[in-house]
């Protein structure tokens, strides 16, 4: 299984982007996909989940209300809006996959660089 993290980039304080995640290789139906962030010197932390049908979401406080997870199971992609971007959102995002019955995130993508600007 491979996860392609992709969106990511340079924006201003208050701007917006979008961050995709095409996955490939073995199915991941059923599974739950998330996004993850990490910024210099500090540790990875949750950003965001989604089972595969939609009908649970989880957002971390930091991000909730700002940031909007979604997947397309027909195109093997999560994607994650980011509104309202703050400069303490600079991280590296990733995005990773888990089965259903666990909480351990056993497939992870490359990581795509997010610079908020202030």
């Known amino acids: 299984v491979q996860l392609q993290a992709s969106g990511g980039g340079l924006v201003q304080a208050g701007g917006s982007l979008r961050l995709s995640c095409a996955t490939s290789?073995?199915?991941?139906?059923?599974?739950?996909m998330g996004w993850f962030r990490q910024a210099p010197g500090k540790e990875r932390e949750f950003v965001a989940s989604i089972t595969w049908s939609g009908d649970r979401i989880d957002y971390s406080d930091s991000v909730k209300g700002r940031f909007a997870i979604s997947r397309e199971n027909a195109k093997n992609t999560v994607n994650l809006q980011m509104n309202s971007l703050k400069p303490e959102d600079t991280a590296v995002y990733y995005c990773a996959a888990r089965p259903v019955y666990t909480t351990q995130y056993n497939y992870w993508g490359q990581g795509t660089l997010v610079t908020v600007s202030s």
């Open positions: 290789g073995r199915t991941l139906r059923g599974s739950v």
